[in-house]
Nanobody
Framework: QVQLVESGGGLVQLGGSLRLSCAAS????????MGWYRQAPGKQRELVAA???????NYADSVKGRFTISRDNAKNTMYLQMNSLKPEDTAVYYC???????????WGQGTQVTVSS
């Protein structure tokens, strides 16, 4: 069983920065695809950024150049550095793992990010 625990959310002003972390249990973290999703009130959950085991990354157009996804396989932890935050970035951010081997998808409990103008 995989557990994903997010941290680092909070309230920040327009233009500010936050760093989200996702700590994963289990032994297959390094081989798994990891990602950050977000869901704003009344909207569908959307992919923000993803990172594969080799380190290649993919970003939503809306966050390119502002957000950076990274992973530390030795710590079983993924990060999302968010800079130049905008009110439209306000959402609950979820950590996601597509587990290597069986491709089962796991979700964290979510962490709230609120950007005030």
């Amino acid at each position: 069983q995989v557990q994903l625990v997010e941290s680092g959310g909070g309230l920040v002003q327009l233009g500010g920065s936050l760093r989200l972390s996702c700590a994963a249990s289990g032994s297959v973290f390094s081989a798994s695809v990891m990602g950050w999703y977000r869901q704003a009130p009344g909207k569908q959950r959307e992919l923000v950024a993803a990172i594969i085991s080799g380190g290649n990354t993919n970003y939503a157009d809306s966050v390119k150049g502002r957000f950076t996804i990274s992973r530390d396989n030795a710590k079983n932890t993924m990060y999302l550095q968010m800079n130049s935050l905008k009110p439209e970035d306000t959402a609950v951010y979820y950590c996601n793992m597509v587990r290597a081997g069986d491709y089962i998808r796991y979700w964290g409990q979510g962490t709230q990010v609120t950007v005030s103008s």
